[in-house]
């Protein structure tokens, strides 16, 4: 099944993603510009199911790279992404059927239709992480041990770079994350190629409808003056961590990406209590008074108190009222093998998986 | 401690004289074309009243809406030369690609997209193009530009690009008016620049306009230091002020809110602000004004700055009505309805005209506008609510009814009954609570610059330490000190774990009479 992906369709699948965001994926807004943009020009974007899809058919996997804070500055050119998928077919010499998103997460849920639009190919509907993640071995491809390579990279100069091999998906992350810091810890590029098989495997199926379902909840509430974080969570089947004032936000840039911890001081029934939410580009893991509540890959999200819209890491900001829910993760997350890739030892932290959501 | 408060708005021109917080007088005059007669007389009355033998004023704070209300009507706006130094990154999306069209033409910028800009870590992105910027310049210059903003990408961080082109600039256009991005925003090239642009397009009006305030206290005879209130509530000298029009934007409602708190004794309400070109739709909590999340819009345009979460509509007492287009606003005509509305003899049909036709205020002469249809009269103020509930109701944040207070010169157009509001109050003086909360305004303290050699809770410990210095400086009582914003951006390319910290506090000014006003 194949349809067009409509004008008014932008929107809230920005909003959407942005929560899926999980604090990271960079904002979408500038994607969001882009597209509407390419629109404007005529240019228009169509959306495949990912069960539509011929095992053999090739599907590129795009996404924007870097710090979300540079992102900001750098902002978003939709000819590099499209620029990182004809270098793929260029060095594979395989045409792509489609395009689709490694995160439906923030920014990059936009990135296949800035690409798609440009290169006027379908785009899937279905991502490799069903949120956003910093790392490339973090995705469901990788936790399937798909092959990791070839990886094209471009930035905005006119450098142009191909990961040929890497010997693990660790590999393809750090020779990747290299360039793209040499480069500004900004860049677009195409992951290594899927197939129609592939995706149907190991994608996070059907997570653009998804996304622009969210969105539509949350401007619906906003409409019907009802509460979009309750409407988030209603969508979601998820559950509210904490409620108060942002107090504090510690970052730092390291290696291409954005750690720290923001610090929330409870209001309402959270009153005097404090949640610390570390992040690595996302939300990791939030604790409560010192002890972890809720962790990757459980999603964690800062709403917006009253308009319910997300706050990512490099936008939370001292004084701002906000409330931190946990969303359900994809099951492929969940296994013995996803944790491994994405739990919470995958981000330095000592700590036993346990989902907010477990029984 | 004496005060005056003054409020200049594009239709009245209010004072307020107090000691301590008790008010000794207020007025309500019209605003004159050239803004200086309508303080001069504001002053005038207040001061005339006052015995023989008072004691001198001791400061002065003026709130002034003529900012944001040309950001909202589109007018008296210069046309710009934008300068965005970071290509070839960042091409697709242009200068002011986000504006609303009819204020990109308003400003008609001529932009220009030149290479250069740096990383994040500080190295180059590419070198910084000097010809391309003397180019610019010149076609700026010969274009008649005289005002122009130049954003570069990562100028927060390094400002290198920005000052140089500048000098550029200058060296081209010696009488240029140069608003660089470093200077007003932080990281996010889009909302810096945004900001840049608005602020050049408001320089002319900015310097305009406090000529025009330091012209008419010299011919008030007042010798105390002369303040703007700024979007947050505090003040700051006006010679700084006039720079950087945009951080007045927001002075008149956040003063107007403040008042209104004062008046009513309510710390947690909402506040309709009325005034004869727009009216600010803003929530009190604890007492001060609801601060907007993140991104906040300025007549549609986007930008990251610290602002009360406002909803501006284009309905005041000087609304234009046109009868055969069936529309209301967004047009005002500002001062001039002293002589433009139909109750003052004018030709001009307004809001005032049309609440005086159905008897909710009694404001000049009521016999001029007797020739209104009643049907007429009676549709415009039923479309007027529906605007107010409308707006009122998209500022709620429960379905439950809101106090509603009601304050400005023309705060007769907000009905005493409102869908969405459990009571509309309107109060003595409301009509000057943004006077009121101009003399009420805070002072504040703020550090913006690069600690090293010390952890981050040192570095922070010290700006927070510099910046209630400076408060207390500029007259703040030590007890009343609140961090207002307490931010700091790690610089990775310097050594000793350098990071950009900005601080900045905000506290009551000291009543002593020792204490002595910066």
Same mark, same amino acid.
């Given at each position: ?103 439906? #997460? #923030? ?253 | ?11 009245? /021109?209010?004072?307020? &004289?107090?000691?301590?917080? =008790? ?7 019209? /605003? ?13 009355? @207040? ?12 400061? @002065? ?6 900012? =944001? ?6 007018? %008296? ?47 180059? &992105? ?25 954003? $570069? ?9 920005? =000052? ?25 090239? &889009?909302? %810096? ?35 703007? /209130? ?21 002075? !008149? ?33 604890? !007492? ?6 993140? +991104? ?13 979460? *406002? ?26 309805? =002293? ?35 009643? !049907?007429?009269?009676?549709?415009? *103020? ?19 009814? +809101? %106090?509603?207070?009601? @304050? ?27 006077? *009121? ?5 805070? +002072?504040?303290?703020? @550090? ?14 010290? $700006? ?12 703040? %009582? ?38 002595? $006003?910066?």
């Amino acid at each position: 099944m194949i349809r067009d992906f409509a004008a008014d369709e932008i929107d809230p699948l920005a909003i959407g993603a942005w929560i899926l965001g999980t604090g990271g994926g960079g904002s979408p807004y500038l994607a969001q510009l882009n597209l509407k943009k390419l629109y404007r020009d005529g240019r228009r974007c169509k959306l495949i199911d990912p069960l539509a899809l011929d095992d053999g058919d090739a599907v590129a996997v795009v996404s924007k790279m870097g710090a979300p804070l540079v992102g900001q500055e750098r902002l978003v050119d939709p000819a590099h992404l499209a620029r990182a998928v004809r270098l793929m077919e260029e060095y594979t010499g395989k045409p792509f059927r489609a395009v689709m998103s490694v995160e439906i #997460g #923030g920014g990059n849920a936009l990135s296949p239709f800035l690409a798609g639009a440009v290169l006027d190919i379908p785009v899937v509907d279905a991502d490799a992480m069903g949120r956003a993640y910093p790392e490339a071995q973090m995705t469901s491809f990788a936790i399937g041990d798909l092959q990791m390579y070839p990886l094209t990279l471009v930035d905005c100069r006119d450098n142009e770079a191909i990961v040929a091999r890497a010997a693990s998906w660790k590999w393809m992350e750090r020779i990747s994350r290299k360039i793209c810091t040499e480069v500004g810890s900004t860049s677009a590029t195409c992951k290594a190629p899927r197939t129609g098989k592939e995706v149907k495997e190991w994608g996070v199926l059907h997570t653009v409808t998804k996304a622009t379902s969210l969105g539509r909840a949350v401007l619906g509430a906003r409409a019907a003056h009802a509460d979009p974080v309750a409407a988030v969570l209603d969508h979601e089947g998820g559950v509210e961590l904490f409620r108060g004032k942002v107090v504090d936000v510690d970052r730092t840039t390291t290696g291409g990406f954005l750690r720290g911890a923001a610090k929330i001081e409870g209001l309402d029934g959270d009153r005097g209590s404090t949640l610390e939410l570390s992040f690595q580009n996302e939300w990791a893991v939030a604790f409560r008074d010192g002890a972890p509540i809720a962790m990757t890959p459980d999603l964690i999200c800062l709403l917006d108190t009253v308009s319910g819209e997300a706050i990512g890491t490099e936008t939370v900001r001292y004084g701002q009222r906000v409330t931190a829910v946990a969303l359900p993760a994809p099951a492929v997350l969940q296994t013995p093998k996803g944790l491994e890739h994405v739990g919470p030892r995958a981000f330095g932290y000592d700590i036993e998986f346990k989902s907010v959501f477990a029984s | 401690m004496k005060r005056i408060g003054i409020d200049v708005g594009g239709t009245n /021109t209010d004072a307020v &004289l107090i000691d301590g917080e =008790t008010v000794l007088d207020a007025v309500k005059l019209p /605003t004159t074309s050239d803004v200086m007669q309508g303080v001069v007389n504001a002053i005038g009355s @207040v001061m005339a009243r006052q015995p023989g033998g008072a004691s001198p004023v001791d400061a @002065v704070m003026i709130g002034t809406t003529h900012f =944001t209300n040309a950001v909202v009507e589109r007018a %008296r706006l210069e046309r710009v030369g934008a300068i965005r130094i970071a290509m070839p990154a960042g091409a697709s999306l242009p200068p002011m690609v986000d504006w609303p069209d009819d204020l990109r033409e308003a400003v008609d910028p001529m932009s220009f997209m030149v290479e250069g800009g740096h990383e994040y870590d500080g190295r180059p &992105l590419v070198p910084l193009d000097r010809e391309a910027v003397r180019e610019a310049a010149m076609r700026i210059r010969d274009a008649g530009i005289r005002s122009v903003g130049i954003t $570069a990408l990562f100028s927060p961080l390094t400002t290198e690009c920005e =000052t140089e082109a500048a000098d550029i600039v200058r060296s081209v256009i010696p009488q240029a008016r140069i608003t660089l991005s470093h200077t007003l925003g932080r990281i996010g090239l &889009l909302e %810096r620049e945004n900001v840049t642009l608005l602020n050049a397009a408001l320089q002319g009006l900015g310097e305009g306009t406090v000529d025009a305030f330091a012209e008419a206290l010299r011919e008030s005879g007042i010798h105390a230091p002369f303040y703007l /209130t700024q979007n947050d509530g505090t003040v700051v000298l006006a010679r700084v002020a006039a720079a950087n029009p945009v951080y007045s934007f927001a002075s !008149g409602p956040t003063n107007s809110m403040r008042g209104a708190a004062f008046l009513t004794g309510l710390k947690e309400a909402m506040v309709v602000d009325v005034g004869g070109t727009t009216s600010d739709i803003g929530c009190l909590v604890g !007492g001060f004004p609801r601060e907007a999340n993140n +991104v906040v819009e300025v007549g549609g345009v986007r930008t990251l700055f610290r602002m009360p979460d *406002l909803l501006p509509m284009a309905l005041g007492g000087g609304t234009i009505i046109d009868l055969d287009k069936g529309t209301i606003g967004p047009r005002s005509v500002g001062y001039r309805i =002293t002589s433009e509305a139909l109750v003052f003899g004018g030709s001009t049909l307004t809001t005032t005209d049309v609440a005086v036709a159905a008897g909710l205020v009694e404001i000049g002469d009521r016999d001029r506008v007797r020739h209104l249809d009643r !049907g007429v009269v009676r549709d415009l *103020l039923k479309r007027i609510e529906v605007m107010v509930e409308d707006n009122v109701d998209r500022m709620k944040t429960s379905a439950e009814g +809101v %106090r509603l207070i009601a @304050v400005g010169g023309g705060s007769f157009l907000i009905p005493e009954r409102l869908k969405g509001a459990s009571e509309v109050l309107r109060v003595e003086h409301a009509g000057v609570a943004n006077a *009121l909360g101009a003399a009420m305004a805070q +002072v504040s303290g703020e @550090v913006d610059q690069v600690f090293s050699g010390m952890g981050r809770d040192a570095a922070l410990a010290e $700006a927070v330490k510099i910046a209630r210095e400076r408060a207390m400086e500029a007259g703040a %009582r030590p007890s009343s000190i609140v961090t207002l914003e307490a931010e700091d951006i790690p610089i990775a390319y310097l050594p000793g774990d350098a990071r950009r910290v900005r601080v900045r506090v905000v506290g009551d000014i000291s009543f002593s009479r020792t204490s002595k $006003a910066a």
